[in-house]
Nanobody, 116 residues
């Protein structure tokens, strides 16, 4: 599975950004897609995920500010990020978990920088 991300950039605190990720290749109708983020010296952490059935999961730190959505027909996932804070600054990675065994694939990452 190949993942191509888009939408990162620089934004002021309080602003919004939208990340998108498109999956191609050996995809499965049973899958989970989502976003993780990482800052230097820290472990990659979950931001939000959504299953092919539409079940979502969010990190507590982004609940109420971020919304994840997907288009199963196009194998795409999006993350609408509102009310951004400086602590949201990170490299954001698209994640795809294939099938019941949840074989993982990662995108190349996109930088999100929130200036205060």
């Amino acid at each position: 599975v190949q993942l191509v991300e888009s939408g990162g950039g620089l934004v002021q605190a309080g602003g919004s950004l939208r990340l998108s990720c498109a999956a191609s290749g050996s995809t499965s109708t049973i899958n989970s897609m989502g976003w993780y983020r990482q800052t230097p010296g820290k472990q990659r952490e979950l931001v939000a995920t959504i299953t092919s059935g539409g079940t979502t999961n969010y990190a507590d730190s982004v609940k109420g500010r971020f919304t994840i959505s997907r288009d199963n027909a196009k194998n795409t996932v999006s993350l609408q990020m509102n009310s951004l804070k400086s602590e949201d600054t990170a490299v954001y990675y698209c994640n795809y978990q294939r099938g019941w065994v949840r074989e993982e694939f990662w995108g190349q990452g996109t930088q999100v920088t929130v200036s205060s």
